[in-house]
């Protein structure tokens, strides 16, 4: 089984910078950071897998990085030149079994979810 708790969201200006943390209980294989804005459908943002392979949504590459940490078992989103359409609860998500290297960005995917954290960008 495997527990994760989502920290570091809050409210920024248009072009700040978060750095989301992602605290995870158990072996975790792919995981990845999904972000839902109200009424609309959850969305891949970027995922990471074991060995360090990521993957982006298109919204967000050259703008977040995603990392992780396995001693510590903790994932990371640095999220810089953030826009307002970048504003939605963000869940963190993993798998504990994987594939491959390469992380898929789909929710159906993940079995393992966060309660997620809040990031509100201004204008």
């Known amino acids: 089984q495997v527990q994760l708790v989502e920290s570091g969201g809050g409210s920024v200006q248009s072009g700040g910078s978060l750095r989301l943390s992602c605290a995870a209980s158990g072996y975790t294989y792919y995981m990845g950071w999904f972000r839902q804005a109200p009424g609309k459908e959850r969305e891949g943002v970027a995922t990471i897998g074991r060995s360090g392979s990521t993957r982006y949504a298109d919204s967000v590459t050259g703008r977040f990085t995603i990392s992780r940490d396995n001693a510590k078992n903790t994932l990371y989103l640095l999220m810089n030149s953030l826009k307002p359409e970048d504003t939605a609860m963000y869940y963190c998500?993993?798998?504990?079994?994987?594939?491959?290297?390469?992380?898929?960005?789909?929710?159906?995917?993940?079995?393992?979810w966060g309660q997620g954290t809040q990031v509100t960008v201004s204008s």
């Open positions: 998500a993993a798998t504990s079994r994987g594939w491959g290297a390469f992380p898929p960005l789909l929710t159906s995917d993940y079995n393992y």
